[in-house]
């Protein structure tokens, strides 16, 4: 079974400029996750998809990042103009239902933004 | 608040030696809890987890972890740590009432020494 897949692995990009990253979870997986990992801290959720719709995102920072998922599969998350303090592992996951179910984690996209 | 603490950030042991990392936590519904770990380069990958029904759990590479609600712990234990065991450890914490989206602590990072 193929795992959670994200690209790019790498992006440095200048701050006020956007950026993208993509996500393909594991076929049949109803439940996404993106979650943003600063370094020496732990992953932090940004927003939750349950199928195609929004569940959480109350961590989102609205201004700056955004994120879609159609047709309950693939998803992107955008930072648009990125700052500073974006630089981090934009992490990926996906569960089959959500709620109690294991989360299965990409290997993440490390952005350096300068 | 809810809230995710591992208070060592950083644990040294030596190969063939045991390890207990610590993991508490507060929240105010029934928690469910998670030990990931994460390899450098690597993505997140479950060891183990605790929803409900007996309070000490076995997970993958002969870890396991015991659940105490009366202290609000679950500690991440292995009798014999192997050099491969080097990585980072992250204590995850969800609840019916956030939508059981992932709470992460900060992480313990060990490093095993011969």
């Known amino acids: 079974e193929a795992g959670v897949a994200q690209s790019p692995r790498y992006k440095i990009i200048e701050k006020r400029q956007s950026v993208a990253f993509w996500c393909n979870p594991i076929s049949g997986h109803a439940t996404l996750y993106w979650y943003q990992q600063i370094l020496g801290q732990g992953p932090k959720l940004l927003i939750q998809f349950q199928n195609n719709g929004v569940v959480d995102d109350s961590q989102l920072p609205k201004d700056r990042f955004s994120a879609e998922r159609l047709k309950g599969v693939d998803s992107t998350l955008k930072i648009q103009p990125a700052k500073l303090e974006d630089s981090a592992v934009y992490l990926c996951?996906?569960?089959?239902?959500?709620?109690?179910?294991?989360?299965?984690f990409g290997p993440g996209t490390r952005l350096t933004v300068l | 608040a809810q809230s995710v603490t591992q208070p060592d950030i950083h644990i040294t042991v030596s190969e063939g030696a045991s390890l207990e990392l610590r993991c508490n936590y507060s929240?105010?519904?029934?928690?469910?809890l998670f030990w990931y770990v994460q390899s450098p380069g690597q993505g997140l990958q479950l060891l183990l987890k605790y929803f409900s029904g007996d309070t000490l759990v076995q997970g993958i590479k002969g870890f396991e972890a015991e659940f105490k609600r009366s202290q609000s712990s679950f500690n991440l234990r292995k009798p014999s740590v192997h050099w491969s065991d080097a990585a980072e450890y992250f204590c995850?914490?969800?609840?019916?009432?956030?939508?059981?989206?992932?709470?992460f602590g900060k992480g313990t990072s060990l490093l095993v020494t011969p």
């Open positions: 996951a996906s569960s089959p239902r959500g709620a109690t179910d294991t989360q299965y």
């Open positions: 995850a914490v969800g609840a019916e009432n956030s939508g059981y989206a992932l709470n």
């Open positions: 929240y105010g519904a029934t928690p469910y």
